[in-house]
């Protein structure tokens, strides 16, 4: 047969996504037969009813319909901020083909500018326009780069537990993936031991790792890095060549006030340290939460042009990203500004949404936390809950402990989580990645539902 | 160094992208410097002023900005349909969420069930929504089936000239290309002894080939093929166990009354040929032109379950398509119907931008025509012109001579167009590939400029 399972790319086969695994599928299908189910599995805010910014869907209606254009008198009546208005027309200036244009392959110019503005303002420091793309989501940035630079035999150190985007790319393009445990004892800290045993064992297996992967705030953990610790990646990667990704895309997601971001471009400019970075940012995450129109970008500093250039031929292969995926990537970097029409409506709504975000994740980890069996820390940043779940020690078969509990917890009530082995952990430890995107008013009787399962499920035999 | 064009992926290095070169990027440089610059590189109607369709733009306008759907009349005063508002309110209870949540990976499921419809209404075939995804633009599509099917030493047969997507992607996933010549006596049709003669050569090199790719109409030769080629191409393809890649995204640019759209799931349904065929469609072309909303979908026939669920695995990495770019893909399966208030509009604008392209790919053609040194024959479908160009037998450096000629239009016209040598062509013969998308009122002065330069350009030592 030409076309079979056995027949197909073998990476294909290696590459798993467990956010959208077998656990997901189970609940469509039992979807389709009629049950309510929790989409806690993928942080995807608008599904779970965080909405929109009006300032931002204002402007993209007009975009999509320019014709609107000339009616500001009708617009403002239907509610229209007068600046949004100003705004889509100036955007149609700025790119006068409009939304149904292919834009330039690393996306529009005045976009590209915009970021760049962006970053020299939130870090202080020089940033060119040319060294970024405008990408369909931060995922694409990752597929580009990592396609790239895996060849046979290159690793790539991933944390663990990961996203699992990371492990299912390096398998599909056919590189080898070298694990690197976070802390969860120091609150899933970063450890310069860790990192150098996990580079040292992939050296004497004989893997030439290239580059290494940061996320943070982190993914599922929850965790954000202090500078010292960026500084100390930073110099760990400069010590042994490695590149760095920086996944930065929960980089406004962070609700402890001793917290701060810092990105890895501005640590390592600061420190002097000019090794290759590639920075992720996203309009899916943060406060936006326009995970639909797949915008985001890559920055990639200390690059040579060389390699610039052969990695937007690649860009160039697919055309371009999607236009109204650009224009938010561009209202992510181009907020209101204090006297414009929309700036007190906008505060009010990010206020609103990372408000919610921070009373719901202290809530949900109490809630957990209180359940004998079930430690979980109030996460300081991103949009998720990893607590570790005592599981008994029985017989389940092929699948791991989690998976199983993930399982039962669909059938049971409903509640789509993600096994901790999807993203890696300890051995003998089982942890479940849960977004704490629930709705204020649902989440009583959510964790009531999902307590009774924890409990009828580890009295199975 | 960690990273240089020597460390890459020497895949990387191998793809190349003809559309988007090294051509256009002299362009957009002149750009920079203030020159006027037309590009006819690309099929991107509406960067050319096509303007795009009242009844898709309405309804995206108010599915950008759900808050203005129950404000009919103020709607209906600034002139939206009133099927238009009616339109947008099914699409937000068939997809509750809106446009900034993620769908399933493989799209919305109401639109996967649409494309469905259209397809077995069109062919009169069934067709399950189960194999078909929703996609960024067509592109996407090919992109996933060929990374999955290449492993080393497997042959994807490609027409010569092609679309330079597939050898891009063939050379980027690591596989072989096997091209076969398109014959330009005959109109640039498929001829089985090419075919067999592709095929057979590459077995003799010990290639697996495994799929063919057929463009239909074709890019960027203008040919449509009849029912009985496309038979032909089925049979040969059953004869030596290859799955057919069908890439139909012009399938509404159809310009003579006698040819018409058969599509490859058709004709193998009809003749009982069950082999997998994947089928492409795109909202970027057609009569629909939105590029920059990158929406397309891809349908497999033929395929067994598990091979569907690993390639969806795949497709799960990268979340979901664009959600505009779904909606441009559903409202191009649904167009309005007899009796509906835009109906009357949509067929009006349908037919302007059609009737537009069939004189425009006439008049360009006969004007090339006329130049002593160039035969060009008149388009039967897709954007595009592939003149044969005599350019002198000179010493043009490393450069093909069709490169150096759309080097030099461009610099001394701001023409853009691409190089027969990116899409392939026989040996000792040139030509160039020229969208037919130019404004009309601007055709006569472009063929002149472009007269001018191409016997200034001959006559150069």
Redesign the interface.
Request: proline share 4%; charged share 20%.
């Given at each position: 047969m030409?076309?079979?399972?056995n027949?197909?790319?073998?990476n294909?086969?290696k590459?798993?996504?467990a956010?959208?695994?077998p656990i997901v599928e189970l609940a469509?299908n039992l979807e389709k037969q009629g049950r309510e189910i929790l989409y806690f599995n993928?942080g995807?805010?608008?599904?779970l009813g965080q909405p929109?910014l009006?300032y931002v869907?204002?402007i993209?209606?007009?975009l999509?319909?320019p014709?609107?254009l000339n009616?500001m008198e009708?617009?403002q009546?239907?509610?229209f901020a007068s600046d949004s208005v100003e705004r889509a027309k100036k955007i149609m200036e700025l790119n006068p083909?409009?939304?149904?244009?292919?834009?330039?392959?690393a996306g529009m110019p005045f976009i590209r500018q915009a970021v760049a503005d962006f970053i020299s303002k939130r870090d202080n420091i020089p940033t060119d326009a040319k060294n970024i793309f405008i990408t369909?989501?931060a995922?694409?940035g990752v597929?580009l780069i990592l396609?790239?630079?895996?060849?046979d035999n290159v690793g790539i150190m991933t944390p663990i537990p990961q996203y699992p985007?990371y492990s299912?790319?390096i398998n599909?393009f056919g590189g080898k993936l070298v694990s690197y445990y976070l802390d969860e004892d120091s609150n899933w800290g970063i450890n310069r031991e860790l990192l150098e045993n996990s580079y040292n064992k992939a050296r004497a297996d004989e893997i030439d790792t290239?580059l290494i992967v940061v996320i943070n705030p982190n993914n599922p953990t929850g965790s954000v890095l202090s500078r010292e610790h960026i500084k100390m990646v930073l110099e760990f990667a400069k010590k042994n060549?490695?590149?760095v990704l920086a996944d930065e895309v929960y980089q406004e997601n962070i609700y402890h006030d001793e917290d701060k971001f810092h990105s890895f471009a501005k640590v390592a400019h600061e420190e002097g340290i000019n090794?290759?970075i590639f920075s992720l940012h996203s309009t899916?995450k943060g406060f936006i939460?326009?995970?639909?129109?797949?915008g985001g970008y890559i920055e990639m500093r200390n690059?040579?042009d060389?390699?610039l250039l052969?990695l937007l031929?690649?860009r160039?292969?697919?055309?371009?990203?999607?236009?109204?995926?650009q224009i938010v990537t561009y209202l992510m970097v181009t907020p209101p500004e204090e006297g414009d029409t929309s700036y007190e409506l906008y505060v009010r709504e990010r206020k609103d949404i990372l408000d919610s975000l921070t009373r719901k994740a202290r809530i949900i980890a109490n809630e957990l936390d209180s359940i004998e069996g079930i430690s979980c820390a109030t996460p300081r940043g991103a949009m998720y809950l990893f607590p570790n779940i005592k599981l008994p020690d029985r017989n389940y078969g092929d699948e791991p402990a989690d998976f199983a509990f993930t399982k039962y917890l669909v059938e049971q009530t409903g509640i789509v989580t993600v096994p901790g082995s999807g993203f890696g952990q300890k051995q003998d430890t089982w942890h479940l990645r849960i977004t704490f995107l629930p709705p204020e008013d649902k989440i009583e009787s959510i964790m009531k539902k999902f307590k009774k399962a924890y409990l009828d499920f580890i009295k199975l035999k």
């Open positions: 030409v076309l079979s399972k027949t197909l790319n073998p294909v086969l590459a798993e996504y956010v959208r695994g469509q993928i995807n805010p608008q599904q929109p009006t869907r204002e993209l209606s007009l999509n319909h014709k609107l009616k009708k617009l009546d239907l509610g083909a409009g939304l149904g244009a292919y834009s330039q392959s369909d989501g995922s694409k597929d396609n790239s630079i895996i060849t985007l299912a790319d599909l290239k060549n490695l590149m090794i290759p899916s939460g326009e995970c639909g129109y797949r690059i040579d060389e390699v052969q031929k690649i160039s292969i697919g055309l371009c990203a999607n236009t109204s995926g």
